[in-house]
């Protein structure tokens, strides 16, 4: 496969249990409690959310990464609360250090007859909490009904979410985001797909390091700091973005940020542990509140490749491949209705008056032009880099393209059929 391993930044490595004793922490300018696992329920009643919420992250951690969150620190910090209702973010802190990184979840709170009923995000709960908490805010409110953990059904059609969450597994993998860097200029991806805390999968994250150190909402939608040095961003379709080690990064409670809207800094801060090997961005991918693959997906208009190993691979941008430890220019995003011309290492790709060579040629795109997409139709077949098709797209020009030289990022047609 393609790629190698920029040294220097984060390593991979044996996974280390934090042996943090569990403690009260006060966070500036929020209520914020660590609580040990396990908590006894009755110790909750006719009391604040914390102990509640510390118990529901410490099962959710036991689920997630398994024995060793029960050596990690429950840091659950309250931004919201009123009328009986409470919501925050939930942060299991590894050893400043650790090869293991933290995790970390929005939260819901109801108390219904002095206990507190806790959900976190990508949870069905979080979902069905957010539609009656008085503590969501507006823009929130859609965003979050998509945080429930529900997957797509097979029966539901490709490249259209049915009303349901659109996930990777069902022939969707666009995303809508550009790098998580300044649009025009370039960057490097230090270090190739990787799990959120080293090797072990889902491969979900990046590395960036590089040209102005400034990094940047790769979409927009609602921020909140996670801890100091990490901003969690949630998206529209359950897609959520996680920016770790920054410094001077914003201080934010669910404030809506626009697409490349500042964020912080490259930097190496581990406030909530993990570790950092130079100055770098650790970029997350997340959908329906889980960490998810990056490979497939776009960031902008680089569609990024798994290598033989974490840390190594590739993105790809038309025929263009940059191995991890190269530089990408930062194009902006790719709209859900565009398209990448990919000419499978050729220079162009024709463009025809109808959906077939039988049809004459109207003009060319350029590999690694964005071309935008009305609708789709059968016509004869081609083969391209994904495998042969007999899809055509028709351009907003009114010209078409066959899909075999093109990434949509979807396994059909991408604004329906003609």
Same mark, same amino acid.
């Given at each position: 496969?393609?790629?190698?391993?920029?040294?220097?930044?984060?390593?991979? +490595?044996?996974?280390?249990?934090?042996?943090?004793?569990?403690?009260?922490?006060?966070?500036?300018?929020?209520?914020?409690?660590?609580?040990? @696992?396990?908590?006894?329920?009755?110790?909750?009643?006719?009391?604040?959310?914390?102990?509640?919420?510390?118990?529901?992250?410490?099962?959710?951690?036991?689920?997630?990464?398994?024995?060793?969150?029960?050596?990690?620190?429950?840091? /659950?910090?309250?931004?919201?609360?009123?009328?009986?209702?409470?919501?925050?973010?939930?942060?299991?802190?590894?050893?400043?250090?650790?090869?293991?990184?933290?995790?970390?979840?929005?939260?819901?709170?109801?108390?219904?007859?002095?206990?507190?009923?806790?959900?976190?995000?990508?949870?069905?709960?979080?979902?069905? &909490?957010?539609?009656?908490?008085?503590?969501?805010?507006?823009?929130?409110?859609?965003?979050?009904?998509?945080?429930?953990?529900?997957?797509?059904?097979?029966?539901?059609?490709?490249?259209?979410?049915?009303?349901?969450?659109?996930? $990777?597994?069902?022939?969707?993998?666009?995303?809508?985001?550009? &790098?998580?860097?300044?649009?025009?200029?370039?960057?490097?991806?230090?270090?190739?797909?990787?799990?959120?805390?080293?090797?072990?999968?889902?491969?979900?994250?990046?590395?960036?390091?590089?040209?102005?150190?400034? !990094?940047?909402?790769?979409?927009?939608?609602?921020?909140?700091?996670?801890?100091? #040095?990490?901003?969690? /961003? !949630?998206?529209?379709?359950?897609?959520?973005?996680?920016? $770790?080690?920054?410094?001077?990064?914003?201080?934010?409670?669910?404030?809506?940020?626009?697409?490349?809207?500042?964020?912080?800094?490259?930097?190496?801060? !581990?406030?909530?542990?993990? @570790?950092?090997?130079?100055?770098?961005?650790?970029?997350?991918?997340?959908?329906?509140?889980?960490?998810?693959? /990056?490979?497939?997906?776009?960031?902008?208009?680089?569609?990024?490749?798994?290598?033989?190993?974490?840390?190594?691979?590739?993105?790809?941008?038309?025929?263009?491949?940059?191995?991890?430890?190269?530089?990408?220019?930062?194009?902006?995003?790719?709209?859900?209705?565009?398209?990448? /011309?990919?000419?499978?290492?050729?220079?162009?790709?024709?463009?025809?008056? +109808?959906?077939?060579?039988?049809?004459?040629?109207? #003009?060319?795109?350029?590999?690694?032009?964005?071309?935008?997409?009305?609708?789709?139709?059968?016509?004869?077949?081609?083969?391209?880099? $994904?495998?042969?098709?007999?899809?055509?797209?028709?351009?907003?020009?009114?010209?078409?393209?066959?899909?075999?030289?093109?990434?949509?990022?979807?396994?059909?047609?991408?604004?329906?059929?003609?």
């Amino acid at each position: 496969m393609f790629g190698y391993r920029m040294f220097g930044w984060r390593r991979p +490595g044996a996974r280390r249990t934090a042996g943090i004793t569990t403690a009260v922490l006060t966070l500036a300018g929020a209520l914020s409690m660590a609580a040990p @696992a396990g908590a006894a329920s009755a110790d909750r009643r006719d009391a604040g959310p914390e102990a509640a919420v510390a118990e529901r992250l410490a099962e959710r951690g036991r689920a997630e990464i398994g024995a060793a969150a029960a050596h990690d620190t429950t840091r /659950v910090n309250v931004t919201r609360d009123a009328g009986g209702w409470a919501f925050g973010t939930a942060v299991l802190a590894t050893e400043p250090g650790s090869e293991r990184m933290p995790m970390g979840w929005l939260f819901h709170a109801e108390r219904e007859g002095g206990t507190w009923r806790v959900a976190l995000e990508g949870e069905e709960r979080f979902a069905e &909490l957010s539609r009656r908490s008085p503590l969501v805010k507006a823009e929130e409110k859609p965003l979050f009904a998509r945080l429930d953990g529900r997957r797509a059904k097979p029966s539901e059609e490709a490249g259209r979410d049915g009303g349901g969450a659109v996930v $990777y597994g069902a022939g969707d993998y666009r995303t809508g985001m550009a &790098l998580p860097t300044t649009v025009g200029a370039g960057t490097v991806m230090t270090s190739g797909p990787h799990g959120w805390s080293g090797s072990a999968a889902p491969w979900s994250s990046l590395d960036f390091a590089g040209g102005d150190e400034v !990094v940047r909402a790769a979409r927009q939608g609602t921020a909140y700091t996670m801890c100091r #040095g990490w901003i969690r /961003v !949630v998206h529209d379709r359950g897609y959520a973005t996680d920016y $770790y080690h920054l410094w001077n990064n914003i201080n934010t409670n669910g404030g809506w940020v626009g697409a490349g809207a500042f964020l912080g800094y490259t930097g190496t801060d !581990v406030t909530c542990g993990g @570790a950092a090997y130079g100055r770098h961005v650790h970029f997350g991918l997340i959908q329906n509140g889980s960490y998810i693959p /990056v490979a497939g997906h776009n960031l902008g208009k680089w569609v990024i490749y798994n290598g033989s190993a974490a840390y190594q691979g590739s993105a790809m941008h038309g025929s263009r491949l940059v191995n991890a430890g190269g530089t990408l220019y930062n194009y902006g995003a790719l709209g859900l209705n565009q398209a990448v /011309v990919d000419a499978n290492g050729g220079t162009y790709v024709n463009k025809r008056t +109808g959906p077939g060579t039988g049809y004459a040629v109207s #003009g060319s795109a350029a590999d690694g032009a964005t071309v935008t997409v009305s609708c789709s139709a059968n016509g004869t077949a081609h083969t391209g880099r $994904y495998g042969t098709t007999s899809l055509w797209n028709r351009l907003s020009d009114g010209t078409w393209i066959s899909d075999a030289y093109v990434w949509s990022g979807v396994n059909g047609p991408v604004s329906g059929w003609c």
